[in-house]
């Protein structure tokens, strides 16, 4: 039987990842979740787990209320860093949102844990520390992301030196086709107002900037060992054709699906195995016609400033993303309007000096240089 541990179990991908470990016997041997302690002390008591961590530390208490006293429970930072430090563990699935969720993958990498990946700023900020350390390891890293999980199974059975290139889909988002102009005055709620896929509020507004296909570019580079110039990006408005790979002889493969995390959760968890999914079957016929275009790169600067960040290369991807961070709480709390987020993105890649990634404090501080630098223009709005 697998044993596996999860960090930000109450989230949208830890919820349904929960699921699939019910629906395959595949054990829990820790949770981790940022602030919701009912749902992880009933996470808890459910799967009997015996070791929780809450990111939050003041809500220690409460939840070791809610657990009982014969479940240990972990806070913060070291507390991530002690559940991806177990022993015995197949997999761990890292889906905490935002940078936090880079030093527990290199702590897992370092004690051999393989890893199932939902959190795109490991790699966005430290792709070659945690590449790095997962060869060194010989640790496998399973993309959870279903773009990445659809390349990455376009790839089995094929020779990875024979690939040409990747073609990475975006949905794009709920403000496809509009200009500038239409999104000047655009609010919090039409920007959550995800078309296809329901997710958390970080990441879907990231989609609506389409900042979050900018940081699944960079995860690609490093995930597929890719230069930029072989990845295409195309809008395909369904979110049916996942993402495909095209080989020397120009044959292009690609993973369709309905849209639902179901399916590359359960493939990063049970890979290489293919088994009933509790999802709902791809009815082509049902959808008639698949559309394709490419992205608008003026109107969605965020995405073209993560591109130009990471063939700067550096800590520049962690730039933009430490900047995209606070950007769009600022935006989610009312502080900012929507196109300022991928002006914040811009300056911060422009102006903010980037260097050579030697080990993960480089990372760490150009993450906290790019948030304070943001902050600071961020005030001087208001004022
Ligand atoms: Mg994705």
Request: glycine share 8%; net charge negative.
């Amino acid at each position: 039987m697998k044993r596996i541990t999860i960090l930000g179990s109450t989230g949208s991908i830890g919820t349904q990842a929960i699921e699939i470990c019910d629906k395959h016997g595949i054990r829990i041997a820790a949770l981790a979740a940022y602030s919701n302690t009912e749902l992880l002390a009933k996470q808890a008591k459910q799967h009997n787990v015996k070791t929780v961590c809450i990111y939050c530390e003041q809500k220690r208490d409460e939840l070791q209320t809610l657990v009982g006293s014969d479940v240990r429970v972990l806070t913060g930072m070291e507390g991530l860093k002690e559940i991806a430090a177990m022993q015995d563990v197949d997999i761990m699935l890292n889906s905490v949102v935002g940078m936090v969720g880079l030093v527990p993958t290199l702590t897992a990498i370092e004690h051999g844990t393989d890893i199932a990946l939902a959190n795109k700023e490991t790699l966005v900020a430290g792709g070659k520390l945690v590449i790095n350390s997962a060869k060194k390891n010989g640790v496998n890293i399973y993309p959870v992301d279903s773009e990445h999980s659809a390349i990455f199974q376009c790839l089995q059975g094929n020779k990875r030196e024979q690939l040409k290139g990747i073609i990475l889909t975006a949905s794009g988002g709920p403000f496809y086709k509009k200009t500038k102009k239409d999104l000047e005055n655009v609010g919090v709620e039409q920007a959550l107002a995800h078309p296809n896929w329901s997710m958390g509020r970080i990441i879907t507004i990231d989609s609506a900037t389409l900042m979050n296909k900018g940081l699944e570019f960079i995860e690609a580079i490093w995930l597929f060992d890719l230069r930029p110039d072989q990845i295409e990006i195309v809008v395909q408005r369904e979110s049916v054709v996942h993402s495909a790979v095209e080989y020397m002889d120009n044959s292009v493969i690609a993973q369709m699906g309905v849209p639902d995390m179901k399916i590359p959760i359960q493939y990063a968890l049970l890979y290489p195995e293919r088994v009933d999914c509790p999802t709902k079957h791809l009815s082509l016929a049902d959808y008639g016609t698949l559309s394709f275009d490419r992205p608008d790169y003026d109107t969605f600067d965020c995405l073209s400033a993560c591109i130009k960040a990471i063939t700067i290369g550096g800590t520049k991807p962690a730039i933009v993303n430490g900047a995209n961070e606070v950007a769009v709480a600022a935006f989610l709390e009312g502080k900012i309007k929507f196109l300022a987020i991928g002006e914040l993105v811009t300056k911060a890649l422009e102006n903010v000096k980037e260097k050579d990634i030697t080990c993960v404090e480089d990372v760490l501080d150009a993450d906290k240089e790019a948030r304070e630098y943001v902050r600071k223009l961020i005030d001087e709005r208001d004022n």
